[in-house]
């Protein structure tokens, strides 16, 4: 730390600091919480922060901070300590900083501080005032409230945070990284499974036990990060993937232990996992469809509003889309007091529920909606659509009869395509080359979708029909062939898929696109995936078939993750976090 009065000092002190260091510029008559100069000065996720009194940068805002101090040199009485006759500066130097960068295309990320003071006084009595103000707010309360998120579900809210809080705290204070925590939860989930793959009683109460304290773990992790702003890349990536990760696994065990008691529910564990996951797919694309859109109001968002402001309706609808806090309880409940079986069974129908319900709801407000759609926005969904190579060319031939289609084509031709080749699979015999049919007319449809750019009010529904065609495709064809093992492959085949297409939707909230399309070649697309697991079913019906698609899963997943892993680890990650609320 080292002082200067002047932006021409300011700027040679900053030069002689590394370059890739972060670099911060406090006024020395700062009077405010500690905690509001953390918040400026060390969270990770933004390339400069201010707020009064301070503003950093770290190394890619560096030049645009080295040309606002030189803008402002040009102009002296305008900041600093000092103006030239002695007077008051209008502003202290780092604010008018932080104006520069703005009026620079490099806007500082500006917290919001509530409560918390960040003042630079003019005078004694103001020092005075402000000190007054630090004293009386109570800076540890603040920021153990704000380690929480805002719009977490009822179960997280009530039953979770009032806790885990002061044990993401208790972790800060022992100099426990929020990566650390993240693991830790992830292995407790895996224990869980573990325990739930006995079949016994006792195994499945503790397993149901160790589920939610695996929960409680899962949310402190974030409130550690949020706590002690260790936002990481490598914290990103475990963050986004080790929620799908635990709850897969516990699936996996719950099969596991039934079929040590002599019943076979693989099926509907895959069926659970085919059904998050395509939830999930309708919440990332109707947010990526809809989050830069133009004129993006409808009347049915303004009814949401409105129901907003009736307090007990906000908690009644984050319970009925069943979030991960309430879904967890459920499974962890039914897991200690009833069977697999049963377990699986009511959360297809909780989660079916819930899916139907948030769906309806985004289908209504597109429609209502008059939202001009960015390139952007047809980007994310051509790249969650995860088209390979069949799809790609297909879609080229296509094109122009598809730009004379109406608007509402796209989603139509790839819920028709989606359906018959899941129907087909799911009602032909065993060894039958139906399916085959059915999926190469499903790649002629899936190509036809894509041939256009998805810029129509339903657009987003296009990647979900894709994931529920493919993920459908390969559930239905596994169960209809009665093969030993069939069902257990299948489900570690759609788990890799899987783990390909959280991985890409991460990439996309953080900035950077989606997978390189060679991966994406490389993994043939949901089309090609869809043709060969249907070609496979019908020349490989017998036990061939098991092993076929433990081949395609191994095969599958380590392509992706390799990839994913380099890419994660990489400086170019992104440190994505997401704090909109509790995701489904």
Same mark, same amino acid.
């Given at each position: ?9 300011? +700027?040679?002190?900053?030069?002689? #600091?590394? @370059? *890739?260091?972060? !670099? %911060?510029? $406090? &006024?020395?008559?700062? =009077?405010?919480? /500690? ?86 006084? +003019?005078?004694?009595?103001?020092? #005075?005032? @402000? *000190?007054?103000? !630090? %004293?009386? $707010? &109570?800076?540890?309360? =603040?920021?153990? /409230? ?439």
């Amino acid at each position: 730390m080292v002082e200067a009065d002047t932006p021409d000092a300011v +700027a040679e002190l900053l030069a002689q #600091a590394p @370059a *890739e260091d972060r !670099v %911060a510029v $406090v &006024d020395r008559r700062f =009077v405010g919480h /500690r905690h509001a100069l953390r918040l400026a000065l060390t969270d990770p996720r933004f390339d400069a922060a201010a707020v009064p009194g301070a503003v950093s940068a770290r190394p890619a805002a560096r030049q645009a901070l080295t040309g606002a101090l030189a803008a402002l040199a040009a102009a002296p009485v305008a900041a600093g300590p000092r103006a030239a006759d002695g007077a008051a500066p209008t502003a202290p130097l780092p604010d008018a900083l932080a104006d520069a960068l703005d009026a620079q295309g490099a806007a500082p990320y500006r917290p919001e501080l509530g409560v918390l003071v960040a003042a630079v006084p +003019a005078d004694s009595a103001g020092r #005075a005032a @402000a *000190e007054a103000a !630090v %004293a009386a $707010v &109570d800076e540890e309360s =603040v920021r153990l /409230r704000s380690a929480v998120k805002s719009r977490d579900g009822f179960f997280t809210t009530h039953f979770i945070s009032p806790y885990s809080r002061y044990l993401a705290r208790w972790c800060a204070r022992r100099g426990l990284t929020p990566n650390q925590v993240t693991t830790a939860s992830l292995l407790v989930a895996l224990i869980a499974a573990g325990c739930a793959a006995t079949g016994t009683r006792g195994g499945y109460v503790a397993a149901g036990v160790l589920l939610l304290a695996s929960f409680v773990l899962d949310c402190t992790d974030g409130q550690l990060a949020r706590y002690s702003l260790q936002y990481s890349t490598l914290g990103a990536w475990l963050d986004a993937t080790f929620d799908r990760a635990k709850e897969y696994a516990y699936y996996a065990g719950l099969a596991l232990g039934a079929a040590r008691g002599g019943d076979d529910v693989w099926a509907l564990a895959l069926g659970a996992m085919v059904l998050q996951t395509c939830r999930h797919v309708v919440d990332f694309a109707f947010t990526e469809a809809n989050h830069d859109a133009a004129a993006n109001t409808s009347p049915t968002a303004a009814l949401s509003g409105r129901l907003d402001s009736v307090g007990w309706t906000v908690w009644v609808r984050r319970m009925v889309v069943l979030p991960i806090g309430e879904r967890w309880a459920l499974i962890a409940v039914l897991t200690a007091v009833t069977t697999p079986r049963i377990t699986f069974v009511v959360l297809l129908v909780g989660c079916g529920l819930a899916a139907c319900y948030t769906t309806a709801g985004r289908v209504l407000r597109s429609l209502t909606r008059r939202a001009q759609r960015t390139d952007r926005a047809a980007q994310a969904l051509a790249d969650l659509a995860d088209s390979g190579p069949l799809a790609e060319a297909g879609a080229r031939a296509l094109r122009p009869l598809a730009r004379r289609m109406p608007v509402f084509v796209p989603p139509v031709v790839a819920l028709i395509g989606a359906a018959a080749v899941t129907a087909t699979a799911a009602l032909a015999s065993r060894g039958s080359w139906w399916p085959v049919l059915a999926a190469a007319f499903y790649v002629l449809t899936s190509a036809f979708a894509v041939a256009r750019p998805l810029k129509g009010a339903l657009d987003w529904l296009v990647p979900p029909f894709f994931r529920a065609g493919e993920y459908g495709t390969v559930l239905a064809l596994a169960a209809v062939s009665g093969v030993n093992g069939a069902l257990p492959a299948a489900f570690g085949l759609v788990a890799a898929v899987a783990y390909h297409h959280y991985d890409t939707v991460y990439r996309i909230r953080g900035g950077t696109g989606a997978p390189p399309r060679a991966l994406v070649r490389a993994a043939g697309g949901h089309e090609g995936r869809t043709l060969v697991v249907a070609l496979m079913a019908a020349l490989a019906h017998h036990t061939g078939f098991t092993v076929a698609l433990t081949v395609l899963a191994v095969a599958l997943a380590l392509l992706v993750l390799t990839e994913s892993v380099r890419f994660w680890v990489s400086s170019a990650a992104p440190a994505v976090h997401d704090e909109s609320g509790e995701p489904a």
